[in-house]
């Protein structure tokens, strides 16, 4: 039997020469391309080329070198089908034992916000592909390694003749299909929007895991968290968490919602995330008045809550924060000062995030049995809208600027939403009804006195004139909706009745 061999080729040269001095040690002949045959010279490791193997010159700026009968007849011949051994003996072609490779760094290079078309391009690996599916398809007889984090498990697994359990280059196989699968994804991702495809025949997605979690929503249901290739640093998955306990299936999604609702704000903000639905937002001129506002929105709901904060947290709202029973409070940063209150309570998580977003439509995917479906994310707001005063009294410009921020929250709210809002501050949320009236009387009664004066935003528009007339025995005052009910005119009829003044946008905000 021939000796073994070992073609590599890489890419990410991390812990490359440690793993390649031990297949030397096992008498495995190492093959290699041009770069990283250069490393293995200044290492004083032996390297054949690949141009000595197939006796045919790398050509077209290396892009052709390992697409060739001697290289890939020796990845698929099946050593144990006699017609596979006898083909490959007539032509001179060896077995190859072992595949390293990895492949150009197209994700690294798409991810330069100045990355030329041309260089991304040229960035599409095409050999390494082609290397690493010969091998992985024909893994009974060949080790592929397409991830510098296995060698060290192919080395412990390994014998001394330089043979792999099959159990172990299955896994190996399994994992390159999901590598290269992945790397296509990216490409066909990156081509379909270079050509203006909004919703292709084919969606290929790809995601990079990023932790296992303890569950899912309930402690019966297994979970992970998956982040996306191209990273945003704006987002939850790429929080840096400061302290406090990993992050739960629950924690992330909350934690995303609250993220999604300080971003409307300019202003100093601090919202109270629970179940998914905002709690309590509030606005001021510093982000300790703020944050008074969304604690004083609902004191009793923001118990075990999310807080999410669009500016520094300094000591005087740390010792405000350390008050309260908190899951997680993410900001841009934190004071030392800060950290050193909070970082008292050991379970409680803190995440920076860079707020340098705006808010950008991007595709939003949601799960269904058998399927998948796939929308923009809502990002739309007031800017370019035409607001429409359909009652006889037009709001004040203080109700109008209370009707802008009830606007920027009810869109966060699970539909039927209804949003009280009173001095930069939500006084009562009604959210996830199955009606629009209950909905306003769940946001009503929470409000309490505060209702008196109050402005009321709506998710969608009006079917019947109730709930307008619950608002307006309540002391509400002025009302923004979508508009566009058969039945908008009784609606309007009941604010005029009780003056109160209505505006609508033209735009809805279901959120299921």
């Excluded at 397409?146 to 792999?164: F, H, I, Q, R």
């Excluded at 399994?174 to 025949?201: C, M």
């Excluded at 840096?240 to 100093?268: R, T």
């Excluded at 000591?315 to 841009?332: D, M, N, Q, R, W």
Aim: charge should be negative; charged fraction near 25%; proline fraction near 4%.
């Amino acid at each position: 039997m021939t000796a073994k061999r070992a073609l590599i080729s890489v890419s990410d040269k991390t812990g490359l020469i440690p793993f390649v001095k031990k297949l030397v040690e096992k008498n495995i002949e190492i093959i290699s391309t041009g770069g990283t045959k250069r490393l293995f010279d200044d290492n004083g490791i032996p390297v054949k080329t690949v141009d000595e193997v197939t006796g045919f010159p790398e050509i077209l700026d290396g892009r052709v070198k390992t697409l060739h009968p001697m290289i890939h007849g020796g990845l698929l011949a099946v050593r144990e089908n006699p017609e596979h051994v006898k083909t490959i003996k007539e032509h001179n072609i060896h077995p190859i034992d072992f595949v390293v490779v990895n492949l150009y760094p197209f994700k690294e290079t798409i991810s330069r916000p100045d990355v030329a078309y041309a260089d991304a391009v040229e960035n599409i690996d095409i050999g390494g592909p082609s290397m690493l599916r010969s091998a992985a398809k024909n893994h009974r007889d060949v080790a592929v390694v397409c991830d510098p984090s296995d060698y060290d498990t192919v080395l412990e697994a390994m014998n001394d003749e330089g043979e792999v359990p099959f159990e172990l280059k299955q896994k190996l196989a399994a994992k390159v299909f999901r590598h290269t699968a992945a790397y296509d994804a990216l490409i066909a991702d990156y081509f379909t929007k270079q050509v203006g495809e909004e919703y292709p025949e084919k969606l290929t997605v790809t995601y990079e895991k990023k932790q296992a979690l303890r569950y899912g929503e309930n402690p019966h249901q297994s979970a992970a968290f998956y982040s996306e290739p191209l990273k945003n640093h704006s987002t939850i998955s790429e929080a840096k968490q400061l302290h406090g306990k990993e992050l739960s299936y629950n924690n992330i999604k909350d934690a995303d919602a609250a993220l999604g609702i300080v971003k409307e704000f300019k202003d100093p903000a601090a919202v109270a995330v629970k179940h998914m639905n905002p709690c309590g937002i509030g606005i001021g001129e510093t982000i300790n008045a703020a944050f008074d506002k969304a604690f004083d929105a609902d004191p009793v709901s923001i118990f075990g809550g999310i807080i999410a904060l669009n500016r520094e947290v300094d000591a005087e709202l740390a010792e405000k924060l350390h008050k309260i029973f908190l899951e997680i409070v993410i900001a841009p940063s934190f004071t030392q000062e800060a950290l050193d209150i909070l970082e008292k309570k050991k379970n409680l998580r803190l995440l920076t995030i860079e707020f340098t977003d705006d808010q950008k439509t991007v595709p939003q995917y949601t799960s269904v049995r058998g399927g998948l479906l796939v929308q923009d994310l809502d990002t739309k707001g007031l800017e370019g809208v035409e607001l429409k005063v359909v009652t006889k009294r037009e709001p004040t410009e203080e109700e109008l600027k209370q009707l802008k921020f009830a606007w920027k929250v009810v869109k966060h709210v699970k539909s039927n939403a209804i949003v009280l809002v009173k001095d930069d501050q939500t006084v009562g949320i009604g959210a996830g009804q199955m009606n629009r009236v209950g909905a306003a009387k769940i946001a009503i009664e929470q409000a309490g006195e505060k209702a008196k004066g109050s402005v009321l935003s709506s998710d969608a528009f009006f079917p019947m004139n109730d709930t307008v007339e619950e608002a307006a025995k309540a002391g509400v005052t002025a009302i923004i909706q979508p508009g566009g009910s058969i039945r908008d005119q009784d609606s309007i009829d009941m604010a005029d009745k009780y003056g109160i003044a209505m505006v609508t946008t033209g735009i809805r905000h279901f959120k299921h």
